[in-house]
């Protein structure tokens, strides 16, 4: 495919730009996208994508900026790499890196994941109130029932199934 720039040479950058839901497809050639500035060289990173780009004004206050005391890295050598230097930069960049977090992950708090083997049923969420409720009764003989099938059907997936529906016909 001709450069869409000088339609003299072949295309070897293609550039795809939706903007209010146009779609726009733009080719270029390797000189026509180092004119308008894509500085193919080393292509933007996440980060840069994220934060958007630098101007010129972003590079002298870069040059100025605060560094980890550990490592030494610049909040600039972050958005290049998308990498910290050491456990010091998440403690000197946090406020940097509460949006990066939230914009990725969509919160700055880690929840982790619990497996499926160790989620409880809405059937044991039930036994389990149920078990609250016992011994706030002093029914001592009904809650240990309870312990024991929600103990059993907490064991096995195929015991689960068996057990939560025989706590749900005896209450």
């Known amino acids: ?85 050491c456990p010091a930069c998440y403690t000197m960049f946090a406020t940097e890196l509460e949006g990066l977090f939230k914009s990725i992950h969509k919160s700055t708090k880690h929840e982790g994941k619990i497996p499926a083997s160790r989620q409880m049923t809405s059937q044991e969420t039930m036994m389990q109130q149920r078990l609250q409720h016992a011994i706030s009764k002093q029914d001592f003989e009904e809650a240990a029932k309870l312990r024991d099938l929600l103990a059993a059907a907490q064991s096995t997936p195929g015991k689960r199934r068996k057990n939560a529906r025989s706590v749900q016909h005896e209450g």
């Open 1 to 85: 495919m001709q450069c869409d720039g000088c339609d003299k040479r072949e295309a070897t950058v293609y550039l795809t730009q939706v903007i209010s839901g146009q779609v726009q497809k733009i080719q270029l050639c390797h000189e026509c996208a180092e004119q308008s500035g894509l500085g193919l060289a080393s292509g933007p990173s996440l980060t840069e994508a994220l934060y958007g780009t630098s101007s010129e004004e972003e590079l002298r206050k870069d040059a100025m900026e605060k560094s980890c005391p550990k490592c030494h890295l610049r909040r600039s050598d972050f958005r290049k790499t998308s990498r910290l230097g």
